[in-house]
């Protein structure tokens, strides 16, 4: 069963980039790999995915400053989201779908990102 | 698509029937709306997709319907473990999207 695991900085300044990576245990191959997040006691907001091919697609919300990449030779994905602000504070979590129209069927356990100066 | 969860908060018994409701703001295909499961400080669990398939594991008291703009997520002889927070998503128009979430609560 393939496990993942988000890992990046708990804490980033505003106006900055933040760079978080979701690490893969067990198989990317035909899957799409998706990030979503969560502000505190706030509900899920769908950020992007990113095919095994390497084709990605964003949430139109935030499509001018995210970034989603893949490294499959380190089974790995990352997210990028520049130009931070407060309201980017929230638990940013990783997942994977089988398809570009799948449900999230597995989940990393989040991780807290918060702006601040 | 815009989904909006109602209620925002259910107050029940353990032992008792749920019914939580997910409205989209247009047509949803059946094939595409999910249902999951969130406890305090965990990841999201997948509970229901496809609208009324459960999803490995889940047991047979959780269940789905709907069509359209109207979907349902029901929980019969509610257990302690049940009293979280569920969200439903439509996963089939991009961008995807969520609920706001219904929070059951014991009363």
């Known amino acids: 069963q393939v496990q993942l695991q988000e890992s990046g900085p708990g804490l980033v300044k505003p106006s900055e980039t933040l760079s978080l990576t979701c690490i893969v245990s067990?198989?990317?191959?035909?899957?799409?790999w998706t990030w979503i997040r969560q502000p505190p006691g706030k509900a899920l907001e769908w950020i992007g995915h990113?095919?095994?091919?390497?084709?990605?697609n964003y949430n139109p919300s935030l499509k001018s400053r995210v970034t989603i990449s893949l490294d499959t030779s380190k089974n790995q994905f990352s997210l990028k989201l520049n130009s931070l602000t407060a309201a980017d504070t929230a638990v940013y979590y990783c997942?994977?779908?089988?398809?570009?129209?799948?449900?999230?069927?597995?989940w990393g356990r989040g991780t807290l990102v918060t702006v601040s100066s | 698509i815009v989904l909006t969860q109602s209620p925002g908060t259910l107050s029940l018994s353990p032992g008792e029937r749920a019914t939580l409701s997910c409205r989209a703001s247009?047509?949803?295909?059946?094939?595409?709306l999910a249902w999951y499961q969130q406890e305090p400080g965990r990841a999201p669990r997948l509970l229901i997709y496809?609208?009324?398939t459960r999803a490995t594991g889940i047991p047979d008291r959780f269940s789905g319907s709907g069509s359209g703009t109207d979907f349902t997520l029901t929980i019969t002889r509610l257990e302690p473990e049940d009293f979280v927070v569920y969200y439903c998503?439509?996963?089939?128009?991009?961008?995807?999207?969520f609920g706001q979430g219904t929070k059951l609560e014991i009363q």
């Open positions: 247009q047509s949803v295909s059946s094939t595409y």
């Open positions: 067990g198989s990317m191959s035909s899957y799409y």
């Open positions: 997942a994977k779908t089988r398809g570009a129209r799948s449900p999230l069927d597995s």
């Open positions: 990113i095919s095994y091919s390497g084709s990605p």
């Open positions: 998503q439509q996963y089939g128009s991009s961008p995807q999207s």
């Open positions: 496809g609208t009324s």
